[in-house]
């Protein structure tokens, strides 16, 4: 990756194709997939308060490879949406984590 990009571009990309995701199943699905896409917008949140919460970039790469992992085994409830956001995520927490890894020049 290069300089270019960095974890908050790439956490307000997560954002944007979360949002993205909750629309493209409100629109193959209809409105029978609000509670689903409901359900899918308070993980997120919760997601985003813990992000918040959690200080130590390792641990923060350890939750959202969680993540992609629960996305992939909740397929068949729209994890593969979210795959994407989820996969941003993980990127972001792993460049700040080498970040801090790094001596200071």
Known sequence: MGSAVNAST??????????AAE???????GWDAV????TWGLA???LAVGA???RAPLVRVVLCTTLVMLCVLLTF??????LPAATALLVA????????????A
């Open 77 to 82: 409830e729209g994890g593969l949406f979210f």
């Open 52 to 54: 918040r919460l959690v």
């Open 35 to 38: 509670w689903l896409v409901a």
């Open 23 to 29: 629309g493209a199943i409100l629109v193959a699905v």
């Open 44 to 46: 997120a949140i919760v």
């Open 93 to 104: 927490a792993t460049l700040e984590w080498r970040k801090d890894r790094q001596a200071p």
């Open 10 to 19: 790439l956490v307000k990309a997560a954002v944007v194709l979360c949002l």
